[in-house]
Each structure stands twice: as structure tokens, then as C-alpha cells.
């Protein structure tokens, strides 16, 4: 069964994206947002947040990506 996965995206004034991936374990955060990440540009600068370290059991782990828009 797939688990439920949220992702917020921000955009500042000066057009940078910054998105957040909520409910994801491990490194599928990344897999969530791969697609939407080649589409937006070049990921300028990644910040994986410590629940991405805790392993797969943990089931809130989120992660926030800097998005350079091109």
C-alpha cells in the first residue's frame, strides 16, 4: 500500500522555490519530487531535514529543496 505524501511548495518574491516533501520516508522524498525537480530547472542547494536520516520506519519525515527557476 503506497503511504499518503504531502508536498508544499513556496515561492518568494524573488521567484525562488523552495518545496517540502511531508510523510515520506528515507530517500523517496527525492523520488517523490524527481520529476517535478527536472521539469522546474536545476536544483541550486538540497537540505535534507534529520527525519531523513531515521530510517524507513519513520513515516514523517520531510525534505526542503531550493529550486533555481529557469
Known amino acids: 500500500m503506497a503511504e499518503y505524501q504531502k ?26 519530487t524527481k520529476g517535478l525537480e527536472q521539469a522546474l530547472g536545476a536544483v541550486e542547494d538540497r537540505e535534507l531535514l534529520p527525519e531523513y ?13 531550493t529550486l533555481n527557476q529557469m
Open 7 to 32: 508536498i508544499e511548495y513556496r515561492i518568494g518574491k524573488d521567484g525562488k522555490i523552495t518545496e517540502t516533501v511531508i510523510g515520506a520516508t528515507g530517500a523517496s522524498c527525492m523520488e517523490t
Open 53 to 65: 536520516y531515521e530510517g524507513e520506519e519513520n513515516l514523517n519525515s520531510s525534505q526542503t529543496t
